[in-house]
């Protein structure tokens, strides 16, 4: 009886043995040990990476804060109050996304925090808007230098809530 289970374990193993393993280069340059042809893993790679190049494509066509606002006839006092509101409101959804990580786990806040505060959205086109103002165009709309102060403030919030989130992130 052992010399059977011996001759089945080691027709086993030979099995495994003589698989063909390939030597493949991976898609930044790792060597990957594969059963599979190179071929066969480089198609799979470009398909994991072509689906979460369209994953990202559909989160940023999903994101309700993408889109073209008109700033350019507003006074300066306007844009102040534009420019804080959506200061106010990032810095907002910044502390809902910090509660969230602390205290839930649902990430729902952070994921609608991020898509508020990223490249070309209302919160990014208001503040560049404002940021293009002269002081001296800031001195004649009669804003004042607590109401800039109020304004820094509240992006020196959303500033600190988007590293806190990264910070998180860059832990897990």
Same mark, same amino acid.
């Given at each position: 009886? $052992? +010399?059977?289970?011996?001759? %089945? ?10 698989? =063909? *393993?390939?030597?493949?280069? /991976?898609?930044? /340059?790792?060597? %990957? ?5 190179? !071929? =066969? ?5 470009? #398909? !994991?990476? &072509? ?6 494509? &559909? =989160?940023?066509?999903?994101? $309700?804060? @993408? ?18 509101? *959506?200061? =106010?409101?990032?810095?907002?959804? /910044?502390?809902?996304? &910090? ?5 839930? !786990?649902?990430?729902?806040?952070? #994921?609608?925090? @991020? +898509?508020?505060?990223? &490249? ?35 992006? +020196?919030?959303?500033? +600190? ?5 990264? #910070? ?5």
């Amino acid at each position: 009886m $052992p +010399r059977i289970v011996f001759f %089945i374990l080691t027709l086993s193993f030979s099995n495994i043995l003589l698989a =063909e *393993v390939n030597e493949c280069i /991976g898609s930044i /340059g790792e060597i %990957i040990y594969t059963t599979k042809s190179c !071929d =066969e893993l480089n198609a799979e790679i470009l #398909t !994991d990476a &072509k689906l979460s190049e369209h994953k990202a494509k &559909k =989160e940023l066509e999903n994101n $309700p804060y @993408l889109y073209k606002i008109e700033l350019g006839s507003d006074s300066p006092a306007t844009l102040y109050d534009k420019a804080l509101s *959506v200061a =106010e409101i990032a810095s907002l959804k /910044g502390w809902k996304c &910090k509660s969230s990580i602390k205290y839930t !786990d649902d990430n729902t806040a952070c #994921t609608d925090f @991020l +898509r508020y505060i990223v &490249k070309g959205s209302v919160y990014n086109q208001t503040l560049d808007k404002f940021k293009q103002l002269s002081p001296d165009t800031l001195k004649s709309s009669k804003v004042s230098i607590s109401e800039l102060q109020t304004l820094s403030r509240e992006i +020196r919030k959303t500033i +600190r809530h988007k590293q806190f989130l990264l #910070t998180y992130l860059n832990q897990l």
